[in-house]
């Protein structure tokens, strides 16, 4: 999947513990998303990076955080996690948001928040 | 508010039949609208994409038509095989960026032998 690797693959935690999902590239992309999937919403934009330390929100990014200190990783945290943000995570990266972007997807992360 | 609006939400096609999603949009400033092929357990993969200056864009057996003054593009997929069993997104991008991109709700394709 393009060199990217998300971890962990799944994931099971209780309401109120923090989670941190990890996106890894070997791509040297500029440009680094986090989207959830859900059934019946399709692909949602939680948070975006567009270089180090450079971040900002996407359209459901209340609940999340996210960090960049590398150009390879881009970190998601749920601070305290809950019930709906059970879902499943895609980190996806590209190398520019331009004209004849694509996006490169990751295996995605299954979390489930008990 | 839902940007683009995807139909149907499952479809089942034998094969050698052609498939046929639908897709509409509402912001007439969406300039990009590209198709994501998802198969399960994996991430979705582009799979074709279009401009609005052009009407249809043909990639082998994958065909998007685009109707701009409907607001609506579709993708066709000819001669479908067991192997595009899949879950399909159209999605539309405002003034290009990705962080822009706006995805459909997704139909899952099935294939019969």
């Known amino acids: 999947d393009a060199g990217i690797t998300q971890s962990p693959r799944h994931k099971v935690t209780e309401t109120g513990t923090p989670v941190t999902l990890r996106c890894h590239q070997t791509?040297?992309?500029?440009?680094m998303y986090w989207y959830r999937q859900d059934p019946g919403h399709g692909l949602r934009l939680i948070h975006y990076?567009?270089?180090?330390?450079?971040?900002d929100k996407g359209e459901v990014s209340d609940g999340y955080s996210v960090s960049r200190s590398k150009t390879e990783d881009f970190l998601l945290t749920l601070e305290s996690a809950t019930s709906s943000q059970t879902s499943v995570y895609f980190c996806?990266?590209?190398?520019?948001?331009?004209?004849?972007?694509?996006?490169?997807f990751g295996s995605g992360t299954q979390l489930s928040v008990l | 508010q839902q940007q683009v609006k995807q139909s149907p939400q499952s479809l089942i096609v034998q094969k050698g039949g052609i498939s046929i999603i639908n897709c509409a949009y509402e912001?007439?400033?969406?300039?990009?609208f590209p198709w994501y092929q998802q198969f399960p357990g994996k991430g979705p993969a582009l799979l074709i994409a279009?401009?609005?200056?052009?009407s249809e864009k043909k990639e082998g057996r994958f065909t998007i038509s685009f109707n701009k003054s409907a607001k609506q593009f579709s993708l066709h997929i000819m001669d479908s095989q067991p192997g595009d069993s899949a879950t399909y997104f159209c999605?539309?991008?405002?003034?290009?960026?990705?962080?822009?991109?706006?995805f459909g709700k997704g139909t899952k394709l099935t294939v019969n032998p």
């Open positions: 996806a990266i590209s190398p520019t948001t331009g004209l004849n972007e694509k996006l490169f």
């Open positions: 791509e040297n992309h500029r440009y």
């Open positions: 990076s567009y270089g180090v330390k450079d971040t």
């Open positions: 912001n007439t400033a969406f300039d990009y």
């Open positions: 279009i401009r609005p200056d052009v």
């Open positions: 999605a539309a991008s405002l003034q290009g960026g990705s962080e822009k991109l706006v």
